[in-house]
């Protein structure tokens, strides 16, 4: 999901009608703290008139005495009527300042075009893959287009059990930007070297084992050694001048990851100090069917890997995977397990892509009390979730979670969708509504940019790929990352757009985490959508009444 941010407070300039010295228009500037209000506001100190838009000439020198009961009023109103809003809308929703601060607005990236791979990349923690195959990953790039590579692989989820390694050596040249997926690169690789290094007999005879599988495999197994005669530390070719077929295609390995890749940098938040670069490399998504990864070209991303140079901080893991090689495997620190308390909000801490080139972010809210849900899907067009397209309402229930037998640490739920409503953002998806068959989504009635419709009665909206009522079979993990903040992992959508609506098409792996940003007990409020201002067309939402009279009357008690 490649736009600049400015990263700077902005700064207002702010314009006094009445101030004019020898004919001239005098400006008066205040620096704005990130909250965007004026320092003085912001200190608690009032501004010295010398800063004053009034002017020490203009400037009035107090109000009549007559004028103080109605500047009252004004504030007791505007405070009295935001507060009834606020009861009274209680169903709309007011996200909270800590949600804010976690949305993709808030989060500013800048995308490097063309991506510059220069260096170390690795993994900032133990990644699941679908199988389930747990891991980690180091790259290193060379200015020559060289590459080397570690994939670590592990028994248990938190990568504290090596299994087995692969060395992976060879070629990548960056070739254009990605015609289907908006703010990627695609590029070509070449295979010199594949070898793998066995940490134990049981990988070993797992190995083993799966290359039994095809005829091919079989005349692999059998350049392997015996499990008695298996030596620690021994490296075994897979693919190179001395091997004498491709056994690494035969194991079903792909490096086809770098079939596309994005660069970005961020930066991130220091609390007594200037924020921290922190630059992360995208690597292609890995089909969730095993048997369809031979030929699978990438659209979406997997977890991104950061660099050894530049990466967030506290992280663990990172330099524990960056002096790690093939014959020493990084066991990555312990992560205590975590009861699934879904119990709250969890939103998107930035704009997620799905293959088939979808962005979009998320925002859920769980009830604990009664096991129901409700969720947010806001759809865009562009990879930094600027652009809006439609946003889903979906709600429902789900089940008591269990533990998976298939992959450790994840807890299975079955969720029911029963309810849904659709908001088109953009002229392109309010006339596809428009054009579709009145009974396949919302039923009579036009649709509006920005108007939000039921479309419980027909079932969903076929037009959407969006159907009513319908089961999900889940995988659900949560985590703590090293600055405390609470992640919950939901699992990995298939890859061919299909829906986990049975136990076997269940996920194994999980999608991009969200992140805690509340914790409730009842009830829910709706996440702040935009709504059309004037002529339908998208723009700011407007201030309420309410705010409008609470600021004239605070206006008014400011002259005093």
């Known amino acids: 999901m490649s736009a600049q941010l400015d990263l700077q407070p902005s700064t207002a300039r702010e314009v006094s009608a009445c101030e004019r010295r020898g004919g001239r228009r005098t400006l008066a500037t205040s620096s704005q ?11 608690g100190r009032p501004r010295a008139h010398a800063s004053s838009p009034w002017g020490p000439s203009c400037h009035p020198d107090g109000m009549p005495a007559a004028m103080l009961p109605y500047a009252c009023v004004l504030v007791l109103l505007g405070a009295h009527s935001a507060e009834a809003a606020g009861m009274a809308g209680g169903s709309h929703l007011r996200w909270g300042p800590h949600c804010q601060q976690l949305l993709p ?6 995308a490097l075009l063309p991506p510059r791979l220069d260096g170390p990349w690795i993994s900032t923690g133990c990644e699941v893959r679908p199988g389930p195959e747990f891991l980690a990953r180091s790259y290193t790039f060379y200015p020559n287009r060289l590459f080397r590579a570690y994939h670590f692989y592990y028994r248990d989820p938190s990568c504290r059990e090596p299994a087995h390694s692969l060395l992976i050596k060879g070629k990548v040249r960056l070739r254009r930007a990605s015609w289907v997926t908006r703010g990627a690169t695609e590029a070509d690789y070449y295979l010199h070297k594949v070898g793998v290094v066995f940490h134990s007999r049981r990988a070993l005879l797992d190995v083993a084992g799966r290359l039994d599988q095809s005829p091919a495999g079989r005349a692999c197994a059998r350049r392997l050694p015996a499990a008695r005669a298996w030596l620690p530390g021994a490296l075994y070719e897979l693919l190179g001048a001395g091997a004498e077929r491709d056994c690494a295609a035969a194991l079903g390995f792909t490096l086809h990851e770098l079939s596309l890749v994005r660069v970005q940098r961020r930066l991130q938040p220091e609390p007594r100090a200037a924020p921290r670069l922190v630059e992360e490399l995208y690597l292609g998504d890995i089909h969730t069917d ?12 997997q977890r991104p890997l950061q660099s050894a140079l530049h990466h967030a901080r506290p992280c663990p893991a990172c330099s524990l995977i960056a002096r790690s090689d093939e014959h020493h495997p990084p066991v990555l620190p312990r992560q205590a397990a975590l009861p699934l308390r879904l119990g709250g909000r969890w939103v998107s801490p930035g704009c997620e892509v799905r293959p088939a080139v979808l962005f979009l972010t998320r925002f859920f809210t769980f009830h604990a009390h009664n096991r129901s849900w409700e969720g947010y899907y806001h759809h865009f067009s562009d990879p930094t979730c600027r652009q809006p397209t439609f946003t889903v309402y979906a709600a429902g229930r789900y089940t008591k979670g269990t533990p998976s037998a298939k992959v450790r640490g994840g807890t299975e739920l079955v969720f029911q969708v029963t309810r849904a409503r659709v908001t088109p953002m953009d002229r392109v998806t309010t006339a596809m509504l428009n054009f579709s068959e009145p009974s396949s989504c919302g039923g009579p009635g036009a649709w509006y940019l920005g108007a939000e419709r039921d479309v419980t009665a027909t079932n ?3 037009p959407l790929g969006i159907r009513l009522p319908h089961v999900e079979y889940e995988l659900f993990r949560m985590e703590q990352d090293p600055l405390g903040q609470s992640l919950l992992f939901i699992g990995q959508r298939p890859t061919d757009g299909s829906s986990p609506d049975t136990p076997e098409k269940r996920p194994t792996s999980y999608q991009a985490p969200l992140v805690l940003c509340d ?17 339908g067309g998208l723009g700011p939402p407007a201030a309420p009444l309410p705010f409008l009279l609470l600021v004239l009357g605070l206006a008014f008690l400011q002259w005093l």
């Open 33 to 43: 703290d990130p909250s965007g209000l004026p320092e003085s506001a912001a200190t």
């Open 519 to 535: 914790r409730v007990a009842w009830g829910f409020s709706r996440p702040l959508l935009q709504t059309p201002v004037g002529g």
């Open 105 to 110: 607005n808030r989060a500013p990236v800048t």
């Open 290 to 301: 095993r048997a369809e990864r031979r030929h699978y070209r990438p659209t979406g991303y």
């Open 460 to 462: 969903g909206c076929l």
